[in-house]
């Protein structure tokens, strides 16, 4: 018997083998961690902290930013991966380490009540319909509300904080791989586990990886997963590859450095509302004088890295010394 078959809530499979994933906002799959018990404690963190230290390693020490559902999200997580030169943004259950003048806060309907410990890590809450509690360390990540497209019921334009929006938009990349890779799932029994991960691994997820970058590169592709599986496997099966395709120009605006080519880019719209706090800066200062001393003296400019992680804002000298490696 299987010693690590799960229960998996909210799946139409319920009992199964779990594998963690950390995903990029565009579906590929960097990592994957099948469950096989409790992970072992490492750093002074708990089980849960040290199962994301563990699948996170490639990404540690290069500014990315790593987003975590409710389940995952701790103050002790976020200030480890700071240290690491790694940035965390989520939601977080409301739980010991949280300011109670933050998650008790009384609001009305889109209002926000922010505060920031000394290590640097932000707390949000936000009402909506309900109460939204994120963290976040990135440094882009302000008290300022966003306006958004949606509309409440009086046609007023809806007011979102960074963090929400930010995890929004980057938590569809384990979405959309864990969907699309059940629409097509690899249908075999097997009482082999190793077998079940193997087909997983080479068939759902290798394949959602091969169509990610096919969209990415290839003149903006539209062909479906469902043809673009079906070519693989004609491929295969005539023993001839497939066509030469001519890969057009790369696009530079992903979240994933797949290329080396850094490149600094003006940001839309006046400069004057664009700006943002060079990532650099708010790090040198931050780890001289602190992060609220960094907060107000960082530099603001209106240039980003179309390649970095998170596209985050630099000033020039901060961007060359940056990518000088």
């Not at 929400?164 to 586990?193: F, Q």
């Not at 931050?286 to 998170?310: H, L, P, Q, W």
Request: proline share 3%; hydrophobic share 30%.
């Amino acid at each position: 018997m299987l010693k690590f078959r799960q229960y998996l809530t909210g799946k139409a499979h319920k009992y199964g083998i779990k594998l963690y994933k950390l995903c990029t906002p565009e579906a590929y799959t960097l990592n994957v961690i099948v469950h096989s018990g409790n992970t072992a404690p490492r750093y002074g963190l708990s089980s849960t902290e040290s199962l994301i230290v563990a699948i996170c390693e490639q990404i540690l020490n290069k500014g990315s930013t790593f987003y975590a559902d409710n389940y995952y999200s701790s103050v002790p997580l976020a200030e480890w991966l700071l240290k690491k030169k790694t940035y965390f943004c989520g939601t977080i259950k409301n739980r010991k380490h949280l300011a109670n003048e933050v998650t008790r806060a009384k609001l009305k309907e889109g209002e926000m009540k922010a505060a920031e410990n000394n290590n640097g890590v932000k707390l949000y809450n936000w009402r909506d319909k309900r109460n939204v509690v994120t963290i976040s360390t990135v440094p882009e990540h302000g008290q300022e509300l966003i306006a958004t497209v949606k509309r409440n019921r009086n046609g007023d334009a809806v007011f979102k904080p960074p963090s929400v929006l930010a995890y929004k938009k980057a938590k569809k990349g384990v979405d959309v791989s864990d969907h699309i890779s059940s629409y097509y799932t690899v249908l075999i029994k097997s009482k082999k586990w190793y077998r079940k991960i193997a087909f997983e691994l080479i068939g759902c997820t290798a394949v959602v990886n091969a169509h990610v970058l096919y969209k990415k590169y290839c003149d903006g592709s539209k062909m479906s997963l469902r043809k673009f599986t079906e070519s693989i496997i004609l491929s295969i099966s005539s023993g001839k590859p497939t066509e030469e395709v001519r890969c057009g120009k790369r696009n530079a605006n992903i979240n994933v450095s797949l290329s080396e080519n850094h490149m600094l880019a003006e940001a839309e719209g006046p400069k004057q509302k664009s700006r943002k706090r060079c990532r650099g800066c708010y790090e040198k200062i931050s780890n001289n004088e602190g992060f609220k001393v960094a907060a107000n003296k960082a530099r603001r400019v209106s240039t980003y890295c179309t390649v970095c992680d998170g596209n985050p804002f630099f000033c020039l000298p901060c961007f060359n010394e940056k990518h000088s490696a």
